[in-house]
């Protein structure tokens, strides 16, 4: 598995988010090919509903302190209630119509 399915699952568990996008950044940085160094992660979840910016970014270090610990240089944290997504960028995206995997027409 790699860290990127890690940091989303564990992220997953913990905070059961309406929307999470984890974003392997390293490819833009100084590191070897294939390295998972460099993440930027947004989230939206009610249980950031009043809780400040640096308490939400606690939680979310606390969450992934083994991966910050270990290979995680870099984490960008975007962190959002429902309402602050949508007042600032709208509805939350939906996931796209699956287009039938395997399926042959």
């Not at 913990?14 to 590191?31: C, R």
């Not at 939906?94 to 287009?99: D, F, Q």
Request: aromatic share 6%; charged share 25%.
């Amino acid at each position: 598995m790699t860290l990127q399915k890690v940091i989303e699952d564990k992220l997953i568990d913990a905070l059961a988010p309406i929307y999470v996008d984890v974003v392997n950044e390293s490819g833009s940085h100084n590191v070897p090919p294939g390295s998972e160094t460099h993440f930027k992660v947004v989230l939206v979840a009610d249980t950031f509903a009043g809780e400040r910016l640096l308490a939400r970014h606690r939680r979310v270090n606390g969450i992934l302190a083994d991966e910050l610990a270990g290979g995680v240089h870099a984490l960008a944290l975007h962190t959002y209630t429902p309402d602050e997504w949508q007042s600032r960028f709208g509805e939350v995206p939906e996931s796209p119509a699956c287009l039938g995997g395997g399926r042959r027409g």
